[in-house]
Nanobody
Framework: QVQLVESGGGLVQAGGSLRLSCAAA?????????MAWFRQAPGKEREFVGA????????YYADSVKGRFTISRDNAQNTLYLQMNSLKPEDTAIYYC???????????????WGRGTQVTVSS
């Protein structure tokens, strides 16, 4: 069982930036896992944002965030990041970190989830 903890959310103006972090509560490495970010806005389905393949492999993103958001891992692969630039009001949501065996765009493919961190973008 891997408990994930997100941090870094907050309130930012449109056009601004935020960096979210995700780490395992026990301090264990995330290297063996494919990792992803999802988000859920009020009244909407949970939406795929982007994913990082196992062992810090390649990343891919939803079209809605491509070119604005970047996923990375630190050198020790203990922490997953989501750098969000050029934020828009429609990016407002709770952002969740997820981990699993295979990178995918579908939430049910991920076994491990954090509790989420709120991102609010004001216009």
């Amino acid at each position: 069982q891997v408990q994930l903890v997100e941090s870094g959310g907050g309130l930012v103006q449109a056009g601004g930036s935020l960096r979210l972090s995700c780490a395992a509560a026990s301090g264990r490495t995330l290297r063996p896992y494919a990792m992803a970010w999802f988000r859920q806005a009020p009244g909407k389905e949970r939406e795929f944002v982007g994913a990082s393949r196992r062992s810090g492999g390649s990343t891919y993103y939803a079209d809605s965030v491509k070119g604005r958001f970047t996923i990375s891992r630190d050198n020790a692969q203990n922490t997953l990041y989501l750098q969000m630039n050029s934020l828009k009001p429609e990016d407002t949501a709770i952002y969740y970190c997820a981990g699993g065996d295979v990178a995918a765009t579908v939430a049910r493919q991920y076994a491990y989830w954090g509790r989420g961190t709120q991102v609010t973008v004001s216009s």
